[in-house]
């Protein structure tokens, strides 16, 4: 099948990088290669278990630092809102200056933020170091895309996006029990503290072997169209700085209402804000593109079909599955009043399924394509509602809570199917000059989706709670998120139909 018919104009400071968007035109694979994914996946691992265990550890800071929920709240939200921010520009850098060099800068400041957060004296030094923290991540995170990007192709892509994911699983699993070991190891005070300067060897680590394995020069300079590297105004100007700061808005001003609900009913005035500053950042990348300088986002990669739906999927997936666990806190605290380790230890078998369904996925998604995707979504859906059928159980016959361990590990399976594949898939036609601005731009979808998705599904649980009861908002709320995957699946059926025999005649 012919890809589509859409060529790079990555002019660059009065050069032009050109070709068809596609990816069919491949050197012999570097040897290098797996070394560089292990690499990657080490610094993937300690971004995730630090997300999944801050969450055990919120209680033990609010109690050690004598904070107020606001406070503790940004300990979530800084580290989101920076990592949000600043994804697609960091993106935009590694494909212009070299991923490796990036990788390895962002690991150092997540490294760094990490060691701050651990000695912090107070909830707004703490706060501070956790900003710093999703700075650092959101620069190494889309280079660690883009380098498999480079460095893998076809069938063994899909495979390096399947062990991906199978680290995403692992890290969710084995984060929140040991945040709670550490908690109980080092108490109250010390405990937290610990959840954060755990990081630190790993990050060490990811530094130091980055150095090693990574293939050199780190980084580079760019070059003009004689071949001699150009200055730092040029450099700078190729980066888009405008175009990164006004994107950079545009994800601040939509995300922070949703996260800061409940501060004040005028910070939903932002969302127009943000509507207008997308608005200025579209013209301004069409600007730059009619210029000798590429923009930072090449509008044109939405034009192939196969990312504009992927980026989509992974937004609405997003949407719904992050409050998937958040509503079985919620249940079994508030609910029915167990422990927050027994409510952890619930999602644990889900998260081992999702890491070997990933892994599986891996191997298999050069094969059957987006049909791996549409069947994790329906296998997530049919859990969900087997979930309200336990949950309706219990209220009404006493039916055991604990089967929610079997119905939700459907859904902890089927995520190992969707995520990984649809990264594969979604990429697979995009120009490897844009390999991590694309990827940065799939990451930044699934952080709006994931800001959105919480405010407004938490929003729906709370409502029904509060006139009813726990078990039906939990229920609702469930039942919201079926809702957004059943446009999340018609989605991806409309994608795999460009891949069929019918499709590929018409655009013959």
């Given amino acids: 099948m012919p890809g589509p018919h859409l060529h790079c104009g990555t002019s660059v400071l009065g050069w032009r990088i050109t070709g068809r968007m596609n990816v069919t035109d491949r050197t012999e694979p570097d040897p290098q290669r797996w070394r560089v994914l292990a690499v990657l996946l080490t610094g993937i691992f300690m971004a995730l278990i630090a997300v999944s265990i801050v969450n055990v550890a919120l209680p033990s800071i609010q109690h050690g630092l004598g904070a107020r929920d606001a406070d ?4 979530l939200s800084g580290f989101a809102l920076s990592f949000g921010v600043v994804l697609v520009a960091a993106g935009r850098a590694g494909d212009l200056l070299g991923r490796g060099g990036l990788y390895i800068l962002g690991m150092a400041v997540y490294t760094a933020g990490a060691i701050a957060a651990g000695f912090a ?7 501070v170091a956790r900003f710093i923290m999703g700075i650092g991540a959101g620069l190494f995170n889309p280079q660690g ?3 498999i990007q480079q460095y893998f192709s076809g069938r063994e892509r899909g495979i390096a996006f399947g062990y991906f994911g199978t680290v995403v699983g692992i890290a969710v699993a084995i984060g929140p029990p040991l945040g709670g070991f550490l908690i109980r190891l080092g108490g109250p005070d010390l405990g937290w503290r610990l959840t954060m300067l755990v990081n630190v060897p790993v990050g060490i680590l990811a530094i130091v072997l980055g150095f090693i394995l990574f293939p050199r020069p780190y980084m580079r300079r760019l070059r003009g169209p004689d071949g001699r590297p150009v200055g730092t105004l040029k450099t700078l100007k190729a980066l888009d700085p405008v175009g990164a700061i006004l994107l950079g808005l545009v994800v601040l001003t939509l995300m922070l209402p949703f996260m800061e609900s409940g501060a004040t009913p005028w910070i939903w005035a932002l969302l127009a804000v943000s509507a207008v500053l997308l608005a200025v950042w579209i013209k301004w990348e069409k600007r730059i593109k009619a210029t000798d300088t590429a923009p930072m986002v090449d509008l044109d990669i939405f034009r192939i079909e196969h990312f504009r739906n992927g980026a989509l999927i992974a937004t609405l ?3 719904g599955t992050t409050s998937i666990w958040v509503l079985v806190a919620q249940y079994f605290q508030n609910a029915l009043g167990h422990s927050a380790l027994v409510s952890g230890l ?3 078998p889900a998260a081992i399924l999702s890491s070997f369904a990933s892994n599986w996925a891996g191997h298999r998604v050069d094969t059957y394509g987006r049909k791996i995707v549409i069947g994790g979504i329906l296998i997530t859906m049919a859990g969900l509602l087997l979930t309200v059928g336990v949950i309706a159980l219990n209220d ?4 055991s809570e604990f089967w929610t361990i079997l119905t939700l590990s459907f859904a902890g399976a089927a995520g190992g199917l969707v995520i990984s594949p649809n990264q594969a898939l979604s990429l697979r036609n995009v120009p490897l000059a ?5 990827g940065a731009v ?8 994931t800001s959105v998705g919480l405010a407004v599904i938490l929003a729906v649980t709370f409502a029904v709670k509060d006139a009813y009861q726990w078990q039906w908002g939990i229920v609702a709320g469930y039942l919201t998120i079926v809702a957004i995957f059943v446009v999340t699946v018609a989605v991806a059926v409309k994608d795999a139909r460009l891949d069929t025999p019918s499709a590929t005649l018409k655009k013959l």
């Fill in 145 to 147: 895309v883009g380098m």
């Fill in 396 to 399: 009404l016959y006493g039916v």
């Fill in 434 to 438: 844009y390999a991590g601005t694309a």
């Fill in 317 to 319: 997936w997003f949407f």
């Fill in 346 to 348: 619930v999602g644990l």
């Fill in 121 to 127: 004296p107070s909830v707004e030094m703490l706060n």
């Fill in 442 to 449: 799939l990451q930044t979808g699934q952080r709006i989706g």
């Fill in 72 to 75: 503790v709240q940004w300990v």
